[in-house]
């Protein structure tokens, strides 16, 4: 039975709540990336799925693909594709920064069961600085680093140097769980920098969407005001980057 506008909603708030993918739109591959096995959330938009605009969203360091849903279910209802993937490597973002790419060009191959050319790449955290080392993948329009985070040897600032696209910062206030706001020198260092903004009361589980009682007990209490302004930055920012077209939207 077909679902109804109001059913398809109540039942992407019950996902939501749930902690999974909140949109009836949504289904989950297997790929394999960077030579691992891997599950990928695909999103698709909302209307007749005619976009090839898509967002791929890198979750944060001992996280996984739940903790974007929420961000996922916003950018599909905007007219984008929204594509989760759990990173398939704990520790070296490098590694992930290749799976990554290799998801774009499984993209750009029909792997959502429509051909993508168009992408901004979202990272959270470790997933930011992994988002980052990806970047220069061809059909990579934009990244937004939300929260981000370096390693101490600054691969993550060599890279910020050398991006050609444009970017987009989030960052929260210096604290533990963002390495003490280890990666604030990128403001300085990325040349295409449209925005940079700083959430100074923000916890780093305000990023999430839906965040849990782990990151909040590691990591501080969420706001839902600043939960709200990290959706409303990223969806403005991919707005920015990636304009839909009117048969898009």
């Known amino acids: 039975m077909p679902l109804t506008p109001i059913l398809r909603q109540i039942l992407c708030i019950v996902a939501l709540l749930l902690g999974a993918v909140a949109c009836a739109d949504a289904r989950t591959l297997q790929l394999t990336l960077a030579g691992e096995k891997t599950s990928v959330d695909i999103v698709a938009p909302a209307g007749d799925g005619a976009s090839r605009a898509a967002v791929i969203l890198a979750h944060g360091f001992t996280r996984d693909r739940r903790t974007f849903a929420g961000h996922a279910a916003t950018l599909a209802r905007a007219g984008y594709w929204a594509i989760v993937p759990d990173l398939p490597f704990l520790l070296d973002s490098r590694d992930n920064a290749v799976a990554l790419r290799d998801l774009v060009r499984q993209l750009q191959q029909d792997a959502a069961g429509q ?21 220069d993948a061809p059909g990579i329009v934009a990244y937004v680093g939300l929260d981000p985070f370096d390693r101490p040897g600054g691969v993550g600032l060599a890279a910020a140097h050398r991006l050609s696209i444009p970017a987009f910062l989030l960052r929260g206030p210096s604290a533990a769980c963002n390495a003490y706001s280890i990666a604030e020198p990128w403001v300085k260092a990325l040349p295409h920098l449209v925005e940079d903004r700083q959430l100074a009361t923000a916890s780093h589980c305000d990023f999430e969407s839906p965040t849990d009682g782990l990151c909040t007990f590691v ?31």
């Open 115 to 135: 051909r993508l050319d168009r992408f901004v790449l979202v990272g959270f955290s470790a997933g930011g600085l992994s988002a980052l080392l990806a970047a």
């Open 219 to 249: 990591c501080g209490a969420t706001k839902p005001v600043n939960q709200a302004a990290v959706s409303e930055f990223l969806l403005r920012s991919v707005r920015h980057a990636l304009p839909l077209a009117r048969s898009e939207e």
